[in-house]
């Protein structure tokens, strides 16, 4: 008798269970006691995964925002862990089996997925070459894997936004509840004056200003996003509040590029909303409103930040030189086949002597790492979402738009930081993105497939 699939996954975790119970009755410490919970915790994800490959996906990715936005990390030997870096297993696994054991055109890929794939085998193939001639130690490797990590995201939540149905609504109620969770924790930062940050107030997850403030504009962002496709008008109207106070809470980080970026987006955005002539006038007063309304608070919640603040933004001149000797240090260490080629991936730590992310720019890391062939990857593959946006523009308005402020914002952000590699910044970016492309593409197929059902109908 041939066993059916799910039946010999039943038997092999009874099979474990037993053996666990075995181990631990013999040794009985807690260090095993810790073990076996979970392994046995990892295996039961493991069987849910592949039974039930889309329902455990979906959830593993809700998981996966509330963990990036509200689960600080760990340190071992020097390296951040996180829980994200556990979800990531079975993202993984959960795709392998979807894409090998379920519909033929699960990914349906469009041209983006294409160019990442384009920029990791490049990626990949030069930091091989860099460790088989010994000009890099293969412990670098990590930060290649840790890359690859962030495009698995970004296939998960494509796949999902574009197959599983109601899977945008669970994104947009998660991704409320982390911010709505993270902005009670900046005002309380404020009100009480225990500022949990370096300079100014921080996340839950980390402290740093620099990621705090990228966080804060994604919620800030996101909720204008949520405003504009809430259904009732009392949503919209709590969800702009919440967008508002957000954006104070990015300039209360005191992070010079976070509050640069998030000016330079809301111009963007009202000059985008004034080419297509299509004002909300209700809407327009609703905002000055709340503005008019929340400065005066922003103003009080400010007076224990105000010195810092000011202090701080008078120093942009003096960073600005620092980190332009910095960058010229880094591209130094290159030679002419590394400034064509590259280094490989993880080659900038070789330089800074240590596994903390110090380039300061996203662009002089990759001119150091994949060179110039691998920026000019990189550049095709961001330009392409941005052409993506353009091209949606007509058919899915609001979406495109914030995934170009979000693509735009990132952009600039690379300037100061390696914006697309810091874990939790990097990882909301390329979930948004890929739920953005879904998700507007999930909606074209619905358009055809009404006027394809409309034509046969008239046939």
Same mark, same amino acid.
């Given at each position: 008798?041939?066993?059916?699939?799910?039946?010999?996954?039943? *038997?092999?975790?009874?099979?474990?269970?037993?053996?666990?119970?075995?181990?631990?009755?013999?040794?009985?410490?807690?260090?095993?006691?810790?073990?076996?919970?979970?392994?046995?915790?990892?295996?039961?994800? /493991? &069987?849910?995964? &592949?039974?039930?490959?889309?329902?455990?996906? @979906?959830?593993?990715?809700?998981?996966?925002?509330?963990?990036?936005?509200?689960?600080?990390?760990? @340190?071992?030997?020097?390296?951040?862990?996180? $829980?994200?870096?556990?979800?990531?297993?079975?993202?993984?696994?959960?795709?392998?089996?979807?894409?090998?054991?379920?519909?033929?055109?699960?990914?349906?890929?469009?041209?983006?997925?294409?160019?990442?794939? %384009?920029?990791?085998?490049?990626?990949?193939?030069?930091?091989? &070459?860099?460790?088989?001639?010994?000009?890099?130690?293969?412990?670098?490797?990590?930060?290649?894997?840790?890359?690859?990590?962030?495009?698995?995201?970004?296939?998960?939540?494509?796949?999902?936004?574009?197959?599983?149905?109601?899977?945008?609504?669970?994104?947009?109620?998660?991704?409320?509840?982390?911010?709505?969770?993270?902005? *009670?924790?900046?005002?309380?930062?404020?009100?009480?004056?225990?500022?949990?940050?370096?300079?100014?107030?921080?996340?839950?997850?980390?402290?740093?200003? @620099?990621?705090?403030?990228?966080?804060?504009?994604?919620?800030?962002? +996101?909720?204008?996003?949520?405003?504009?496709? !809430?259904?009732?008008?009392?949503?919209?109207?709590?969800? #702009?509040?919440?967008?508002?106070?957000? %954006?104070?809470?990015?300039?209360?980080?005191?992070?010079?590029?976070?509050?640069?970026? $998030?000016?330079?987006?809301?111009?963007?955005?009202?000059?985008?909303?004034?080419?297509?002539?299509?004002?909300?006038?209700?809407?327009?007063?609703?905002?000055?409103?709340?503005? #008019?309304?929340?400065?005066?608070?922003?103003?009080?919640?400010?007076?224990?930040?105000?010195?810092?603040?000011?202090?701080?933004?008078?120093?942009?001149?003096?960073?600005?030189?620092?980190?332009?000797?910095?960058?010229?240090?880094?591209?130094?260490?290159?030679?002419?086949?590394?400034?064509? /080629?590259?280094?490989?991936?993880?080659?900038?730590?070789?330089?800074?002597?240590?596994?903390?992310?110090?380039?300061?720019?996203?662009?002089?890391?990759?001119?150091?790492?994949?060179?110039?062939?691998?920026?000019?990857?990189?550049?095709?593959?961001?330009?392409?979402?941005?052409? +993506?946006?353009?091209?949606?523009?007509?058919?899915?308005?609001?979406? !495109?738009?914030?995934?170009?402020? +979000?693509? +735009?914002?990132?952009?600039?952000?690379?300037?100061?930081?390696?914006?697309?590699?810091?874990?939790?910044?990097?990882? $909301?970016?390329?979930?948004?993105?890929?739920?953005?492309?879904?998700?507007?593409?999930?909606?074209?197929?619905?358009?055809?497939?009404? &006027?394809?059902?409309?034509?046969?109908?008239?046939?």
């Amino acid at each position: 008798m041939i066993l059916e699939k799910n039946n010999i996954l039943s *038997l092999l975790l009874a099979l474990f269970v037993s053996i666990s119970i075995g181990v631990l009755s013999v040794y009985g410490t807690m260090d095993f006691f810790i073990i076996g919970i979970s392994l046995f915790i990892s295996v039961l994800f /493991f &069987v849910f995964t &592949v039974v039930k490959r889309n329902k455990m996906l @979906s959830l593993f990715s809700q998981f996966l925002i509330l963990s990036l936005i509200l689960i600080p990390g760990i @340190s071992l030997s020097g390296i951040g862990f996180r $829980l994200d870096d556990f979800i990531v297993i079975f993202l993984t696994l959960g795709l392998i089996f979807t894409f090998v054991y379920g519909r033929k055109r699960a990914l349906n890929a469009p041209p983006i997925i294409k160019w990442v794939f %384009a920029y990791l085998i490049y990626s990949l193939f030069i930091s091989l &070459v860099r460790v088989v001639f010994d000009h890099l130690q293969s412990i670098y490797l990590l930060f290649f894997i840790k890359e690859i990590q962030y495009f698995i995201y970004f296939i998960a939540f494509y796949y999902l936004a574009r197959n599983k149905e109601g899977f945008s609504s669970k994104v947009r109620k998660t991704f409320f509840i982390a911010s709505l969770i993270t902005i *009670l924790w900046g005002l309380f930062q404020l009100v009480t004056g225990n500022i949990r940050g370096y300079y100014g107030i921080g996340i839950i997850s980390v402290q740093n200003p @620099s990621q705090s403030g990228v966080v804060f504009f994604i919620i800030t962002i +996101f909720l204008m996003y949520m405003s504009s496709t !809430a259904e009732k008008r009392s949503h919209s109207l709590f969800l #702009s509040v919440g967008s508002c106070i957000s %954006a104070i809470l990015t300039v209360a980080t005191i992070s010079r590029t976070a509050t640069l970026v $998030l000016i330079v987006t809301f111009l963007l955005y009202l000059f985008i909303s004034l080419c297509r002539k299509k004002w909300n006038y209700k809407k327009i007063f609703i905002a000055i409103y709340l503005s #008019s309304a929340i400065i005066p608070l922003g103003y009080k919640l400010f007076a224990t930040l105000g010195t810092s603040i000011f202090d701080r933004f008078s120093r942009i001149e003096e960073g600005t030189d620092t980190r332009l000797n910095h960058w010229g240090n880094y591209l130094s260490h290159s030679d002419t086949i590394g400034y064509i /080629f590259g280094n490989g991936k993880g080659f900038m730590q070789v330089i800074v002597g240590s596994f903390t992310l110090q380039a300061d720019n996203q662009y002089v890391r990759l001119l150091v790492e994949v060179g110039v062939v691998g920026l000019i990857l990189w550049i095709i593959l961001i330009g392409s979402i941005i052409l +993506f946006c353009f091209v949606n523009f007509k058919r899915n308005y609001t979406d !495109a738009l914030f995934l170009l402020l +979000f693509t +735009f914002g990132f952009i600039i952000f690379g300037m100061t930081q390696e914006a697309y590699l810091v874990a939790i910044q990097g990882s $909301l970016y390329w979930i948004l993105t890929g739920f953005f492309i879904g998700k507007m593409l999930r909606q074209n197929d619905l358009r055809n497939n009404q &006027v394809k059902t409309k034509w046969d109908q008239d046939v």
